[in-house]
């Protein structure tokens, strides 16, 4: 599913109204019918109910206007609350304005010392409206707003919002102070970025989708992660055999981190892996009990980890493997960073590179490795990761999720997850947003899963970005299905035993 900037959204409809030559004030009475269906879809019979209209200034004041005439007509009981300056309404928004004082609509404007009053008005509400800003609001809210936010908040009313709810930033989800927190959100044309995204997300409530009566263009690179990704998994031909799906080999595990390994192996079978290989430091070896992994042990470190002793085996190993997982468990000692560079310097197929592996990507190192080897990897980085990775704090990095993986993955020609609520996926020509996942998967071995789905993913023939894309989909609605059972004390093992419902 495309999904969009407010900035975009304003250009794509400007470039619609050139195009096909539509009138604003259309556009405006088309958007005001969607919203008033979906209304009428959700919250039934609206003849007689107390529905109160928060109306800006600008267009989606305009939007919410035409609302309050559609559902004047079905026998509602309206009132409209006009927010903001009212000398600086558009065109558009002062002609709906206009129709509602001939029909006798009752219109009250809201000011700041008049809030006691407005509370007890808007307490009668059986549904309140939000068309404040929409996908105009930028910066953080004024006294005045902020008080009205205040209250609305406070009334135990349905809440739907037009395009965004106010005060949540319509292009990266943040919130400046306050906002009002709907049940509801109707996106006009296009899904939000900024509903999708933390915090706006929180704020945004359910979201749903309408049609404008007319197509819309838009070639953007935004997309929130839907169940019909499941479709780019190639069909399994009745005369295939474990070799059709690929042989992967995970690097993994140390002497404190053996579960690290062993979820991610897992996971490579469970994703739909045809074979894979784990190699682990000798001293963990008993620690995996048969099973359909090959477990192969190399020499390791006294401290437990792989090291310059095991370098010769890995290479190995190596040899043979299509797909490469490497870094759950490792450790973060210098010995293991060189084994990691120089396995990465060695491998020309896809890999997928997590937790103390990252380590070993400095810029120097990246500029070392070509090109065409780095188009291969997928990177997983958590906020903290990618912080270091970019030389920057990690609240900057989850205030500003979807540049910085863009960013990353433009510069050094790679896939990158950034991992968190929401995981962003970005590479090449599109960046991908997920939907799916829960609070409960906030737990130690999930990345490790997520590591070996990818993993399977790629080996099944899918190129680095939808891999990466669709490992990350299935992960979060794997645990979504685990988490049926409750959230708190979800373990990460236990998405590994929905993944097939999922892929079935």
């Given amino acids: 599913m495309k999904v969009v900037t407010g900035v975009e959204m ?69 009132k409209v609350y006009l927010v903001g300056n009212q000398q600086k309404l558009s065109k ?40 404040i800003f929409g996908t105009g609001f930028a910066g953080t809210l004024n006294e005045e707003l902020e008080s009205l936010v205040t209250v609305v908040n406070d009334i135990k009313c349905p809440l739907v919002a037009i395009d965004c709810p106010t005060g949540v930033n319509a292009t990266n989800g943040q919130v400046g102070g306050q906002a009002l927190r709907a049940d509801l959100t109707i996106n006009l044309g296009f899904l939000k970025l900024g509903c999708v995204l933390y915090p706006g997300k929180a704020y945004a ?41 690929g042989h992967t080999l995970v690097i993994a595990g140390s002497k404190a981190y053996a579960g690290a390994a062993s979820l991610s192996g897992q996971a490579v079978l469970r994703g739909g892996g045809g074979v894979v290989t784990l190699a682990v430091p000798c001293g963990i070896y008993d620690r995996f009990e048969p099973d359909e992994r090959i477990v192969v042990p190399v ?22 493997k299509d797909v490469l997982a490497i870094g ?18 060695k ?9 103390d592996a990252l380590m070993a990507l400095d810029t120097a190192f990246l500029k070392s490795v ?32 979807i540049e910085v993986a863009e960013d990353f993955a433009h510069e050094w020609g790679v896939v990158v997850v950034l991992k968190g609520a929401p995981t962003v996926i970005a590479g090449g020509e599109r960046t991908y947003v997920n939907s799916t996942g829960n609070p409960g998967m906030a737990t130690a071995g999930s990345g490790d899963v997520l590591t070996g789905l990818i993993a399977a993913m790629l080996s099944q023939g899918l190129d680095p970005l939808r891999a990466a894309a669709l490992g990350v989909y299935v992960h979060g609605k794997a645990g979504d299905r685990a988490a049926l059972r409750g959230e708190r004390g979800l373990k990460a093992g236990d998405s590994l035993e929905t993944v097939q419902e999922i892929l079935s």
């Avoid at 109160?52 to 007509?73: E, F, K, P, S």
């Avoid at 010995?335 to 990465?344: F, S």
């Avoid at 188009?375 to 704090?393: C, D, F, K, S, Y």
């Fill in 10 to 78: 304003q250009s794509i409809e400007k470039k619609a109204f050139a195009r096909l030559g539509l009138s604003p004030l259309l556009v405006m009475e088309n958007a005001g019918s969607r919203i008033v269906e979906v209304l009428k879809r959700e919250y039934g019979c609206l003849s007689g109910k107390r529905v109160h209209v928060l109306a800006g200034t600008g267009n989606n004041g305009g939007d919410g206007l035409v609302v309050a005439r559609q559902l004047l007509a079905l026998g509602a009981r309206v």
């Fill in 92 to 131: 558009e928004n002062s002609t709906n304005l206009e129709i509602l004082r001939k029909l006798g609509v009752d219109l009250q404007t809201v000011e700041a010392g008049q809030m006691g009053k407005l509370r007890f008005s808007l307490g009668l509400a059986d549904l309140i409206i939000d068309a």
């Fill in 205 to 245: 409530g359910r979201n749903v989708v309408v049609d404008l009566g007319f197509p819309l263009v838009h070639e953007g690179r935004h997309f929130l992660l839907t169940e019909e990704c499941l479709d780019w998994l190639p069909k399994r031909k009745p005369w295939s055999h474990k070799g059709t799906f």
């Fill in 299 to 320: 020499s390791q470190t006294d401290e437990g980890t792989i090291g310059v002793p095991s370098l010769q085996e890995l290479l190995e190993l190596m040899e043979g």
């Fill in 328 to 345: 759950p468990g490792l450790t973060r000692r210098p010995e293991v960073i060189q084994v990691v560079q120089e396995l990465l310097r």
């Fill in 347 to 355: 491998w020309d197929a896809p890999c997928v590179i997590d937790a």
């Fill in 370 to 401: 070509p090109e065409d080897k780095r188009g291969q990897w997928i990177l997983t980085p958590h906020p903290g990761e990618m912080a270091r990775l970019v030389g920057n704090e990690t609240a900057k990095v989850n205030a500003e999720r």
